[in-house]
């Protein structure tokens, strides 16, 4: 992968090239900074969630056929409807492009085979994401996103998966592969992160929501962690 190493998004670019999630040009190039169509977007996705294309066809006429035709039958946005393939060879916005990653890690699409460390955040959830997101702190331009892919914003922005420039989310302007890369491989769960962190934090969310059982109760008081205690009181 011929990427500086410098970069921002290099991690992500590595990781996403580690898993086979996504590939360079014939020089090794990944053209970080170019926008991403809808195809590649499927591909790069799918990919990295380790689903399995239900009947495909190895000898697709394109590369991208098993993919949309994957997702044409189980993303709601698209099934069952007449849509032309030029439409998915097209630039992808940033706001559908969060609802698309929210439906395959987050319950539309059952072949998700690898774990991922997002959370679902209630309206009423305290804490500081949400606080933002109601008061409009960062996200400006929140009133530009198109109403059906708002939900998935938010779930998002709150996982800290997608959280715009620090001033607005652009919902309209195409997301580039660079981005794509970081929100996707930011999804993911890996071992080098360690189970005992995840489980912490997921711990402290649900008792901050309020829907933490008495069995969950008890494993965190197992849990010898005074900084997560400190958070808890």
């Avoid at 990295?48 to 056929?65: C, F, H, K, M, Q």
């Avoid at 309209?172 to 993911?188: F, G, N, V």
């Avoid at 489980?199 to 929501?209: K, P, T």
Wanted: contains cysteine.
């Amino acid at each position: 992968m011929q990427e500086k190493t410098e970069t921002w998004y290099y991690p992500y670019l590595f990781k996403a090239t580690n898993i086979g999630a996504i590939g360079g040009d014939d020089q090794g190039n990944v053209n970080a900074p170019n926008p991403v169509t809808r195809a590649e977007l499927f591909k790069i996705l799918l990919e990295s969630a380790d689903v399995e294309l239900e009947n495909a066809n190895p000898n697709a006429e394109y590369w991208a056929r098993n993919y949309i035709r994957y997702m044409t039958q189980n993303i709601d946005i698209y099934a069952g409807k007449a849509i032309d393939d030029s439409y998915f060879y097209s630039e992808i916005p940033r706001d559908e492009s969060a609802y698309i990653i929210k439906s395959v890690f987050m319950g539309a699409v059952e072949d998700t085979k690898v774990p991922n460390k997002l959370y679902t955040y209630s309206e009423n959830m305290s804490c500081d994401q949400m606080s933002n997101w109601n008061s409009n702190k960062g996200l400006s331009d929140k009133w530009k996103i198109n109403q059906y892919y708002l939900e998935a914003v938010r779930q998002l922005y709150c996982n800290k998966i997608m959280v715009g420039d620090g001033n607005s989310f652009n919902p309209e302007d195409t997301i580039t592969r660079a981005e794509m890369c970081k929100s996707i491989m930011s999804c993911l769960f890996t071992l080098d992160e360690g189970l005992k962190n995840v489980l912490q934090e997921r711990l402290v969310l649900d008792y901050i929501s309020g829907m933490m059982d008495e069995y969950v109760k008890t494993t965190y008081r197992r849990l010898k962690n005074s900084d997560l205690e400190e958070k808890m009181r």
